[in-house]
């Protein structure tokens, strides 16, 4: 290995061992919900986000309402807040509560005003807001529905890093036709499990399906790394076959996400073919950045070794996130 490569693949090392590299696939969700409380004009508004993003700052209450208690608890790595409300109103169709938590997505829950109402929520300006004053869930545009989960596809995508791993893995493993080809399968891969896992016709235990994630980017590194050195031929039939089942397996870890953003029963079909549309184009966006680094780089002779030292370092990585997740479900 060259000193380049070396000094390429030492810096990745160090980026996997920051603190950060121990959230893999980081879709951070928020649960909401409302209810009346025991007197006349009180409620319970409980909110459960992620440890990791869940600060002490104040939230933003409607016009007329005041906080008069507030618990914090944890379990399974998740902040479980509780807030009682006292309002010298009824809730206006505009009320909202804004919550302070950096979270991606959530749900929100509610029958104080005599309608269920269940909606997903997509975070405004860095946070969620809640509508509270909504009176009911009524059916949504197709154009809602798409800006949406259109929105929340792609960020899954960019913002879930084992499954960039993986595509990263893609892109350093094949070329033109056959690199689209096996992107492609992967898409199918993910898009039929998904839908099968968002419908509940397969259900999948989450921990040893986010393990079994991080495995396939192991593998993945190891079989570009060993094409690379000329440890074996390229066989396109068997990489095609190998990315489709991983496909079908990163497919449950976006079912994940989805299945946490509220979708109601008549929305199901449009929201998941609007979050796959999503997903699919978070990946061509990576892939295209990833051909256009590596272009770059042959011009400085550094393609070669950028490349090798990428796959040691995504090895690494998915190395650690596979340990630490084994670990976290053994444990649990």
Known sequence: MSWRTRSAALLLGCAALAPQAAMADIFL???YALTRGEEPGEYEFTAAVPETVASSSPLVWPDGCRQTG?????????????FTLRCNRQFRPSDT????????????????????????LSPESGAIVVPVGETAAGPRSLGALAAEFLDQGLW??????DHLAFVLCLALLARGRQLVTLVSCFTLGHSISLGLAFFDVIRAPVPPVEAA?????????????VLARGGQVFSFPRQLTVISLFGLLHGLGFATALGELGVR????????????????IGQLLFVSAVLASLALLRTVSLAAPARTAALYGV??????????RVAGFVTA
Request: proline share 1%; hydrophobic share 50%.
């Open 29 to 31: 969700s928020g649960d």
């Open 70 to 82: 507030m618990t914090r608890h944890s379990a399974g790595g998740r902040a479980q807040f509780g």
């Open 97 to 120: 509560i804004r919550t302070p938590w950096k979270v991606d997505g959530g749900r929100f829950v509610s029958n104080v005003l005599g309608v269920q109402v269940d909606r997903a």
């Open 156 to 161: 899954h995508i960019l913002m879930g890093w």
């Open 213 to 225: 994630i991080a495995l396939s980017i192991v593998f993945m590194a190891r079989e570009a790394l």
């Open 265 to 280: 029963e008549g929305e199901k079909l449009a929201s998941l073919a609007f979050f796959n549309l999503g997903v699919e």
């Open 315 to 324: 090895g690494a990585v998915g190395s650690f996130w596979m340990f630490e």
